[in-house]
């Protein structure tokens, strides 16, 4: 990644241009480490020196190991955010259904919590959209840690600076940039003559429009951690460098090692006197040498114990080992086939330690989401009413349809839990799309009983009209007879 950040920005103030520097400075510090994460995810980490010569075939052997990618996707699979759900209840507003569709939220969900796992924290930003491009009013755009950054507020527990470049699909040139602060957004563009201050936008918010997401936050790190720590990269070094030395064992002592005793160099030679290529020898299944002219004594050939691959095998599996104890993974999930799989206790142990750091997770990110869905209301309509609104997520344990239903079947049965709540939707894992049809069709079938009960009543009291009607009708009758007999 290539790309060259804007040093001078014209039209800025002082305090403005000593606030933009000192971003920039902690962006380039430490962007070189969220580089090497990169490679690390992406499989492209540089073999480091062993501490010995490699053989000139071992420029041509690439080694990738995908088990940092593996730690990632492990867990960012099970962070998943299936929608949003109001606080009181309700069906979701017109305009929360809107900010999701035209951002496609849920899509950009995936993204900032894989990237926050990468680099330890990502940025999600609520930008006003541009009417002439045809965007929308609230446009929520995620700039990745290793082109933005910010300044955490300890007192607050929120950002109250931050930094985002906007830049190109393949990560080459700078399209544009955003500094915030409280109470104000400046808008960066370059043109012909340089950088300079495009727009400014001020409002009374006691946040500023970026929230951060980040990876097991604490007081020291509130920009959280990497999944790809040391441990993880360290780990993977070691098992580039096991899979280096069986490859070249493969190439070059496959085949077992021979000797020959009592043999001249013109026995391997051809017949122009040059020399066999040893390659040749090696791999050659019948070895004819003639007997020594001068002696008269036979050659005699002897092979050497071939190499194995088991010291190779043993360190590999070794490492596989640690990595998915650093990781929270079965070490079955490594590729790595051993003589004692694991049991189901062990899997069930390190699944649940994934479980649990996936519920870590809805907590420092869901509370992020709801300031930015509430900033994305305001945006797109300031006239309307906020929704409160919060993060509807998958279970992380990912349990089987049949084993939710009944559990749920039996606490709904036990009158713990009433047919119609959203915890028991929770626990049925159903959908956003799923909620809602259920949503309408109870308020459609509460609406039908409460027009039956109505007819019901207007029915009972006809009936209880006629009914007294006939009592007072019937004395009438009878003395009307009686005083004509």
């Known amino acids: 990644m290539s790309l060259t950040f804007p040093n001078t920005i014209s039209g800025m103030s002082s305090q403005e241009t000593i606030l933009y520097r000192k971003l920039l400075t902690r962006l380039i510090k430490k962007r070189r480490r969220n580089d090497l994460r990169a490679k690390y995810m992406n499989g492209r980490n540089e073999l480091h020196d062993i501490g010995y010569a490699l053989p000139p075939i071992a420029n041509d052997i690439n080694i990738v190991v995908g088990w940092p990618a593996k730690a990632i996707e492990a867990l960012a699979n099970r962070v998943v955010m299936d929608g949003l759900m109001a606080d009181d209840g309700t069906d979701l507003s017109e305009q929360v259904e809107r900010v999701m569709d035209v951002n496609d939220l849920l899509s950009v969900a995936d993204s900032v ?38 300044l955490w507020d300890k007192r607050r527990h929120r950002l109250c600076a931050a930094l985002l470049f906007d ?38 918010m006691d946040r500023i429009p970026c929230e951060l997401f980040a990876f097991q936050p604490d007081e020291r790190r509130p920009f959280g951690r990497s999944r790809i720590s040391r441990t993880v990269m360290s780990l993977t070094d070691s098992a580039v460098r096991t899979f280096l030395r069986s490859e070249l064992q493969a190439e070059l002592y496959s085949v077992p090692p021979r000797y020959v005793l009592g043999a001249s160099e013109d026995m391997f030679s051809d017949k122009n006197g040059n020399l066999v290529p040893r390659w040749r020898l090696m791999l050659d299944q019948m070895l004819i040498l003639p007997r020594d002219s001068a002696s008269g004594e036979v050659p005699q050939v002897g092979q050497f114990t071939q190499y194995s691959f088991e010291p190779h095998s043993a360190q590999l599996r070794q490492t596989a080992t640690m990595f998915a104890s650093a990781t929270s993974l079965p070490p079955d999930a490594m590729g790595v086939l051993t003589d004692n799989p694991s049991s189901a206790e062990a899997i069930d142990k390190a699944t649940k330690e994934l479980c649990l750091l996936a519920e870590k997770c809805h907590k420092w990110f869901g509370r992020a989401w709801r300031h930015v869905i509430s900033r994305a209301q305001l945006a797109s309509g300031p006239d309307g009413d906020i929704q409160a609104v919060r993060p509807q997520w998958r279970n992380p344990s990912t349990p089987s349809r049949a084993a939710a239903a009944d559990a749920a079947v039996k606490l709904v049965q036990a009158n713990i839990l009433p047919a119609d709540s959203e915890v028991t939707y929770d626990m049925l894992d159903l959908s ?31 009936r209880e009209e006629v009914a007294d009607g006939s009592q007072y009708a019937a004395p009438a009758r009878a003395s009307a007879s009686s005083s004509g007999s």
Do not use: N
Request: with cysteine; net charge negative; hydrophobic share 35%.
């Open 432 to 462: 956003d799309e799923q909620r809602r049809i259920l949503r309408m069709e109870q308020r459609s079938k509460r609406s039908q009983e409460r027009i039956d009960q109505l007819r019901s009543a207007r029915t009972q009291g006809q």
């Open 167 to 204: 830049v190109s699909d393949d990560y080459e040139t700078v399209a544009g940039a955003y500094l915030m602060a409280y109470g104000r957004t400046i808008v960066i563009e370059p043109d012909e003559h340089g950088w300079h201050v495009a727009a400014r936008f001020d409002d009374d």
């Open 113 to 150: 919590h894989t990237d926050a796992l990468i680099h330890s924290c990502s940025f999600v930003a609520v930008l006003a959209g541009d009417p002439a491009l045809s965007e929308p009013e609230a446009i929520v755009q995620e700039f990745t840690a290793d082109v933005a950054t910010g």
